[in-house]
């Protein structure tokens, strides 16, 4: 008879659980105000209620909810404002937020690879896909302009499908939020398609505040010339052969001029290093708008990479995440390199063009390394330049006496 009353006191208490998530969800979707009233009306007569005194489950108060009760909201999400009620409640048990973290820059510093390794983490989720570009399609400014003929990167989505779609949302609640969804829109660090970085890094942090930022930086000339490569790929095939992604904007303008073989690299990677924002531009950004410092964790592409430092890396960035290191692989994946498929030997170039664009990324490689100083990631600025500095000296060490020189990329 006993066991059979328990039976009674536990059903009873989770058909409540299941009744309170129906109500949290319509509250969630009148705002937080709404839900955060009704749950502090409501946690007295719920503690010294009748489930109490017979010894059955604890109910919800004001002090937490059940994770299945927060899990149930959750899955009924369609906007940016309930997933920002949800955050707030108290995690009942859940390792992670969602969504959990977005690698938001910069293309072509291994960041492909990264988000592969932590999306087959066994804590990781993937987006659906890499890189939606939400933020960059479907809410920005649009206000810069593009060349004669070339159309803007339209937005091909909603606030429901990004948030139960491309970030996998069903997936996260069957795991009961004891994984992290990952989203890998690089573009977002610097800015895409007419979308500036100020908009964009002002507009996730009112979306998600709770998000954590992936910040990885490489070399600036070797980056900008993979980027630039990239493109050209790009622009090389017919129109309807491109990657969704591809939409052409000025830069690429040179471009199709190298393509021609009426334009140099060299040319094409001045004048997108001269325009676009720099790392240093990006961080300053992304920071003025209110993200705190400790929800960003900079990643440097060299001592991602190499041997003697790349574990090291990856362990710092998993217990950034809140991932256990011991779970993860030992190396990081190869994704999406072009480093040795064009130009491995080098880009030639002019011991003058060299020494020219050396000296156009220095002074924002050393603002960029300030910067992490001032915020305690790194000991010193040289912690940072070294690789930097070393890539530099060991290109202009191959140039010839008639000055013809080769760019590795790090």
Known sequence: MADAGRGRTQAVAALLVVLAAGVLVLLARAGPGALSAALFASARPLEHGSLRRHGGPAPLSRHGLS??????VLSKCKTFACLRTVNALPA?????NFPHAMIIGFPKCATTSLWNYLVLHPQGIRSRPKEPHYFTRCRNESFFPLPEGSKRWACNSTED??????LSLAVAVKTRLQRAVIEGSTGYAGGHNGASVASIAADIRRAMPWVKLIVAMREPISQMISLMVHHAEQ???PPEQRDYWMVETWEDLCLEAYIRGNATMVECVRGALQTRPSYADGFSMWLGVGW???Q??????EKLVAPDTGRRTLDDVQRFLGFDPKLGAEWLPRNNSRRDMVNPNGWPMRRKDMEELIELV???ADRIAWELQRRGYV??????????REAWDRNLATCSPKGDCKYVLT
Do not use: C, I
């Open 67 to 72: 994770l299945s009760a927060r899990l149930f």
């Open 92 to 96: 009942g048990g859940a390792k992670f």
């Open 161 to 166: 499908y990004y948030v139960r779609m491309h």
């Open 235 to 237: 622009l090389s095939r």
């Open 292 to 294: 705190p410092w400790e």
């Open 296 to 301: 960003v964790h900079p990643v440097q592409y």
């Open 362 to 364: 220095r002074p924002n």
């Open 379 to 388: 000991t010193t600025m040289d912690d940072w330049l070294q690789p930097w």
